[in-house]
């Protein structure tokens, strides 16, 4: 039997039909209706056009009506490709060209979603249209013989080196197993989760929730919608990064925050950035009744490591032992290696990248690491350039070939800089024009503007006489210059 993700839907639907699945603001959707919803809108893309195989690309904000497309696409054996909706309309072209999507699928109010779609060859559709689209169709099951398990089911676009989008394609089966909760159904309770719709973990926490057949409540990442959430619906489970957690525990200081109930959690979990033996210190403090946990992975390996509750003080400043199923190595210049059954196959029609990445089995994740002598892990660095910034990737070409246009800068490198808050932010090393002033901060962020997603803009800015280089590549000296702005 295959282990397909439209399955979990027509399971869920079938056992608790009026269990909710999800909330997203005042709005909620039972698992019956999910299932109905999906069948209702695979119809009305088959009379779109979209086919098995075919991509459909997303570009909306977390909105719930997503939900059903998600699962009807499953269904259909199409392929779900959301875009980040802080993409800048540069970017969203770029990001839809790449996956070459049958449609293009977008909430109300994008202006320029006409000019996307055209460019990347697509049809378009608006949320709203597809929904009422689907009043009218059947509801009953939809059956796509020709699905496998190792068919295509999501890609989830990064940024590389370059700034290219690199889609990462997730076949279903890989899906399905990344996210089963075992063999026995433990209670899980309401999942908060503050990821949107766009990024790999808020898809990951979620079919985690729905395979155990309960809710997840999706809320923006400030403290007061976590914490009124986790309040609201008696929530169990939590997973913030580390920036998120010190919004949440700055909040839980003041009268409002106080205020709260929050003794229902029982999983606080964090990871995807440096997390100092600090922050696990107060969020165990702040809340007693819950298990905190660090996990380390990616969107190409899924969940690499994780460090349990009973060695947070042990083995401080470590991201775990390996998860099961995991293999991991550790090569001569000190890369981490990754091999599995939750490792990706393939990087979306670029065979080079692919073969960078993927070498007999085993990816090669860019993080330098260590093993101490327990076989306990630690991140220590990059081994290439791309930024890891609040659980986000940037590529310091990409937010470079932007700056060297700003006014005033005659020279720009970009760097990540290591942060307690962010693991690295995003730094903008100038020199300025001969004569003149430098750009401020202010006026970097604001060049940035519509030109890049605000993730990549610069929360740092440095001014030098000169960018390091080498001689005779001119390449930027990253890694000097990281040493230098530390």
């Not at 608790?16 to 009305?44: E, K, W, Y």
């Not at 006014?407 to 730094?427: S, Y």
């Not at 003149?436 to 929360?459: Q, W």
């Amino acid at each position: 039997m295959d282990l397909l993700i439209g399955d979990v839907f027509r399971n869920v639907g079938r056992v608790v039909p009026d269990r909710t699945a999800a909330v997203v603001g005042p709005r909620s959707i039972t698992f019956g209706t999910i299932d109905r919803l999906a069948n209702q809108m695979a119809r009305v893309m088959q009379k779109r056009g979209v086919r098995h195989g075919d991509r459909v690309a997303v570009w909306s904000a977390t909105n719930l009506d997503v939900i059903p497309l998600f699962a009807g696409l499953a269904k259909l054996g199409a392929v779900f490709a959301p875009m980040n909706p802080a993409l800048s309309v540069d970017e969203a072209v770029e990001t839809a060209a790449a996956a070459r999507p049958a449609l293009v699928v977008v909430d109300e109010g994008r202006v320029d979603a006409g000019a996307v779609a055209a460019k990347a060859g697509a049809s378009l559709i608006s949320l709203d249209q597809l929904v009422a689209a689907s009043a009218a169709e059947d509801a009953t099951d939809v059956d796509e013989t020709l699905l496998s398990e190792n068919d295509p089911h999501v890609i989830f676009f990064t940024s590389g080196s370059t700034g290219r989008p690199k889609g990462v394609v997730l076949t279903h089966r890989l899906n399905y197993l990344r996210t089963h909760p075992g063999g026995i159904f433990d209670p899980r309770g309401p999942m908060v989760c503050p990821f949107p719709l766009f990024h790999m973990a808020g898809w990951t926490i979620s079919l985690q929730q729905w395979q155990a057949r309960a809710p997840v409540v999706f809320v923006p990442p400030d403290a007061a919608s976590i914490c009124r959430a986790v309040e609201r619906y008696r929530a169990t489970r939590v997973y913030g990064i580390p920036a998120v957690w010190r919004r949440v525990l700055a909040y839980l200081e003041t009268p409002e925050g106080a205020a709260h109930d929050l003794s229902t959690v029982t999983a606080a979990d964090t990871g995807t950035s440096a997390t100092p033996p600090q922050l696990l210190d107060a969020l165990r403090a702040a809340l007693p009744g819950a298990r905190v946990r660090v996990f380390y992975g990616s969107t190409e390996a899924g969940g690499v490591a994780a460090l349990e509750q009973d060695d947070l003080d042990r083995k401080p400043g470590r991201c775990g032992q390996p998860s099961p199923f995991v293999h991991v190595r550790i090569d001569d210049a000190g890369e981490l290696w990754v091999r599995g059954p939750f490792v990706f196959d393939r990087y979306f029609e670029d065979d080079a990248a692919t073969a960078e990445a993927i070498v007999d089995g085993w990816y090669r994740s860019g993080d330098l690491a260590e093993f101490d002598d327990e076989g306990y892990l630690s991140i220590v660095g990059r081994a290439r350039d791309v930024i890891r910034t609040g659980g986000e990737t940037v590529a310091p070409a990409e937010v470079e070939a932007v700056l060297t246009s700003c006014p005033g800068v005659a020279d720009v490198a970009v760097v990540g800089v290591p942060n307690v808050e962010w693991g690295e932010v995003v730094c903008a090393v100038v020199v300025p024009d001969a004569g003149g002033s430098p750009p401020t901060l202010e006026d970097v962020r604001a060049y940035c503007t519509g030109r890049l997603a605000t993730h990549k803009h610069p929360r740092r800015l440095a001014v030098l006489d000169a960018i390091p280089r080498t001689s005779p590549t001119n390449q930027v000296q990253r890694r000097l210059l990281v040493e230098m702005l530390s």
